[in-house]
């Protein structure tokens, strides 16, 4: 498995600003994923971010509103830019920690509320 | 395309109560199938896998059974807590890895 931590854990902020996510693996890790968790409902992959190369998005969502980054092996951030009240959610980074492992371990989540 | 389907909640239990959480899915292929267990306020928490059809994954008195046949994933305990309250997800995940399509989440509340 993998120990995972988020910052921040929980934020309120203000319609048209922008808030950055860090997720941090005590182990090296090839793949991190981005998860939204919308109020009440399950989750949804916003993109995979491969340390090297650009994230891939799914569909509907885009770069220019949750940019990522992934300098080295330990660590990603996600961006949720603009913001309105639609983006409250949970934010959930996960990691596979190696090729045969086959499974996904996740962080405790960043829970953001837009007013 | 891929999908996972659970029974909906919420699901409302007495203590020592058999439990038992419906899950089915579509999938291309051979995928690995889990179920993660969300307290509330907090994140997912991997509860149990299995990897191939047959396969019985276990923890913390939980088991579920891998059924090609009926391609079904159902989690079940023979008696429940009420620590055991919580949202539980089933999902599958595709050979290779990558992306985990999950279902929509079943809520479980067990009284005293």
């Known amino acids: 498995s993998a120990v995972i931590s988020q910052k921040p854990s929980r934020d309120i902020c203000q319609r048209g600003t922008s808030l950055t996510i860090q997720c941090q693996v005590d182990?090296?890790?090839?793949?991190m994923f981005w998860y939204r968790q919308q109020p009440g409902q399950s989750l949804t992959l916003i993109a995979t971010a491969n340390q090297g190369s650009e994230a891939t998005y799914e569909s509907g969502f885009v770069i220019d509103k949750f940019p990522i980054s992934r300098p080295n092996l330990t660590f990603s951030t996600l961006t949720v830019s603009n913001m309105s009240p639609e983006d409250s959610s949970i934010y959930l980074c996960s990691v596979e920690p190696g090729r045969s492992t086959d499974t996904q371990y996740f962080g405790p989540g960043t829970r953001l509320t837009v007013l | 395309g891929n999908s996972v389907t659970q029974m909906e909640g919420p699901v409302t239990l007495s203590e020592e109560a058999f439990l038992t959480i419906n899950c089915t899915y579509t999938a291309t292929g051979y995928p690995s199938l889990f179920w993660y267990v969300q307290y509330p306020g907090e994140g997912l928490q991997l509860l149990l896998k299995?990897?191939?059809?047959?396969d019985k994954g276990s923890n913390k008195g939980f088991e579920a059974t891998y059924r090609k046949e009926t391609t079904s994933f159902h989690l079940e305990k023979g008696s429940v807590q009420v620590s055991d309250s919580a949202v539980y997800f089933c999902a599958l995940l595709n050979r290779g890895g990558g992306k985990l399509i999950f279902g929509q989440g079943t809520e479980l509340s067990v009284k005293p």
């Open positions: 182990s090296q890790v090839t793949m």
């Open positions: 299995a990897t191939k059809a047959d």
